[in-house]
Antibody, heavy 128, light 107 residues
Framework: QVLLVQSGAEVKKPGASVRLSCKGSGYSFSAYYMHWVRQAPGQGLQWMGCINLNNGDTNFAQKFQGRVTLTRDTSINSAYMELSRLRPDDTAKYYC?????????????????????WGQGTLLIVSS | DIQMTQSPSSLSASVGDRVTITCRASQTINNFLNWYQQKPGSAPKLLIYAASSLQSGVPSRFSGSRFGTDFTLTISSLQPEDFATYYCQQSYSMPLTFGGGTKVEIK
């Protein structure tokens, strides 16, 4: 079955960087995109960015531009999210989510598909 | 950015009730609208994609519909396992955006 397994919880100090991992199994890893979504304690879902696992192309939310780096290693079916210059308000659970390739709808618009599998999440705590 | 306004933010309902959650997009998004369910301590789970398509394995009591830029998630007969928070999400354009969530609680 499709499985996304994320790395364990992290505690970091403000100003530091962190690299989270997400390992996929049970499907053709490179045929999909990997999206990253975070959820602050008691809050809603916030999209951070995504990577095309086939060619490495990335797209980010403006809020995270310059602080987030997305990479992948297709030889071990893993995707990575590095967040730099950490702040206390980066404290959140971070999820990776698999998304099939984009598609054209009946009107000819090219859009993104849906997050059909999610990792279990990685809790990141940023505190001095 | 496309804003997704979800309502209500919370509701109380009883087992067997019909429940409707609404999501309004700030501009046209065609049918690029997905619904997720999240239970405490767990990752979100895809329920409905492309506005009205039921994800494999999801009970048929869940359904989605669209009227213009308004989208609806309906649970026809609420079951105990449906008490959770529900999110809409547009996938029409980047950045992808989520609604604020609707928490469905037991009355």
């Amino acid at each position: 079955q499709v499985l996304l397994v994320q790395s364990g919880a992290e505690v970091k100090k403000p100003g530091a960087s962190v690299r989270l991992s997400c390992k996929g199994s049970g499907y053709s890893f490179s045929a999909y995109y990997m999206h990253w979504v975070r959820q602050a304690p008691g809050q809603g879902l916030q999209w951070m960015g995504c990577i095309n696992l086939n060619n490495g192309d990335t797209n980010f939310a403006q809020k995270f531009q310059g602080r987030v780096t997305l990479t992948r290693d297709t030889s071990i079916n893993s995707a990575y999210m590095e967040l730099s210059r950490l702040r206390p308000d980066d404290t959140a659970k971070y999820y990776c989510a698999r998304v099939p390739p984009q598609y054209y709808d009946n009107s000819g618009h090219l859009g993104t598909r849906w997050m059909d599998a999610w990792g279990q999440g990685t809790l990141l705590i940023v505190s001095s | 950015d496309i804003q997704m306004t979800q309502s209500p933010s919370s509701l109380s309902a009883s087992v067997g009730d019909r429940v409707t959650i609404t999501c309004r997009a700030s501009q046209t998004i065609n049918n690029f609208l997905n619904w997720y369910q999240q239970k405490p301590g767990s990752a979100p789970k895809l329920l409905i994609y492309a506005a009205s398509s039921l994800q494999s394995g999801v009970p048929s009591r869940f359904s989605g519909s669209r009227f213009g830029t308004d989208f609806t998630l309906t649970i026809s007969s609420l079951q105990p396992e449906d008490f959770a928070t529900y999110y809409c999400q547009q996938s029409y354009s980047m950045p992808l955006t989520f609604g604020g969530g609707t928490k469905v609680e037991i009355k």
